[in-house]
């Protein structure tokens, strides 16, 4: 299999496909002009990098296109029929891998596609599949949603007896509804805790656009205690195993089974809906500045530029009256709410 570093190529400064290193490059099986499946597939993946996709969307990239190169990966990429892409489909499907079979046929269209515009094929293969996989069914990520069980569950929180950095991160997922890799991969950097407000990057977000997140004040005496227990990692939330790394995925998810909560019932990813539901339930907030905060983003340039502008007040006092609201439903007797 043939796979390059990142800067091996993007560092000479100039397009892949005329790179020395990778020009022309032809399988094995000698077809002139016609480079393999894995060398474009890894040209493709180096671009990605360049342009600063998240590090685990590579990695997840990197993995559906391992499994296709033990395949395709010396075939000419020129040569590859609809017929050998649904073979690779198929053998996921066969394992009932049907989400990622769902990917990969994504994955093999952007490969095709680059192929296509730096002039290695002519035809994307993959686009020939549409409706010949099997559409894998919508599973909603577990949440919690009503007041009298979302104060059951902060109460849990606050008994929690593992790390107290895993207990900090369950509550600050509670509090800022960002999403799971948002978190844990959050760094000092970003926070500005005399403006009271946590600036996401665009390459952690899921639409590639930075993202404001208000802090109130009970999130930043969180991040206080996080501060003085030490550490000089440059995350908020290292690693068990070194400074070096965040916060494995995992953490907060195995926490919640450990206080009780099946994945039925919520999952890292539910404080979103849970946060989402209760927030439009109030009345008391528009409903664009509960989704601008949630960072879904409207498509349209002109409407996100002046939702940004015009709901950003309102939703630094919409994450202060979320973090007061959910005190008072940990502190309110069970069965009162």
């Known amino acids: 299999m043939f796979r390059i570093q990142t800067n091996q190529v993007f560092q000479l400064g100039v397009p892949t496909w005329s790179a020395p290193s990778v020009c022309w490059r032809t399988a094995s099986t000698g077809h002139p002009g016609s480079p393999s499946f894995s060398t474009v597939a890894s040209e493709w993946l180096a671009k990605n990098a360049k342009e600063g996709r998240a590090s685990a969307t590579l990695r997840k990239m990197q993995w559906l296109i391992d499994l296709a190169n033990s395949t395709l990966g010396e075939r000419p990429i020129s040569e590859i029929s609809p017929s050998e892409v ?9 394992r009932g891998l049907y989400e990622s079979a769902r990917r990969m046929r994504s994955v ?22 549409r409706g010949a996989v099997v559409t894998p069914q919508v599973r909603h990520r577990a949440a919690l949603t009503r007041q009298k069980d979302v104060a059951s569950l902060l109460r849990a929180i606050g008994t929690y007896q593992g790390s107290p950095l895993t207990a900090l991160a369950l509550k600050l997922s ?33 639409m590639r656009r930075p993202h404001g997140v208000p802090l ?11 501060s003085e227990m030490g550490g ?3 995350f908020v ?45 109030m009345g008391t907030w528009h409903p664009d500045a509960i989704e601008r905060q949630l960072a879904h983003q409207d498509a349209n340039p002109v409407r996100r530029a002046y939702n940004r502008a015009e709901f950003w007040e ?3 006092r919409m994450m202060q009256h979320w973090s007061d609201y959910l005190i008072e439903l940990e502190k309110a ?3 009162m709410r």
């Open 237 to 281: 939330f290292p690693s068990a195993r070194g400074p070096h790394n965040c916060m494995c995925e995992n953490t907060v998810n195995q926490a919640l089974r450990r206080l009780g909560f099946g994945p039925d019932q919520m999952t890292a990813h539910g404080f979103r809906a849970m946060a989402a539901s209760l927030l439009n339930e």
């Open 108 to 129: 093999f269209g952007r490969v095709f596609r680059y192929a296509i515009a730096t002039s290695r094929a002519t035809r994307n293969p993959a686009s020939e599949l």
């Open 174 to 206: 509670a509090h800022t509804f960002v999403r799971p890799g948002e978190l844990r991969t959050a760094e000092w950097s970003e926070i500005e805790r005399h403006r009271a407000v946590w600036w996401i990057p665009a390459s952690k977000m899921k």
């Open 232 to 234: 000089d990692s440059k």
């Open 216 to 226: 109130s004040r009970q999130v930043i005496s969180l991040l206080e205690e996080i």
């Open 86 to 94: 649904l073979a690779v489909l198929r053998q996921l499907e066969a």
């Open 314 to 316: 309102e939703r630094i």
């Open 333 to 335: 007797p069970p069965g």
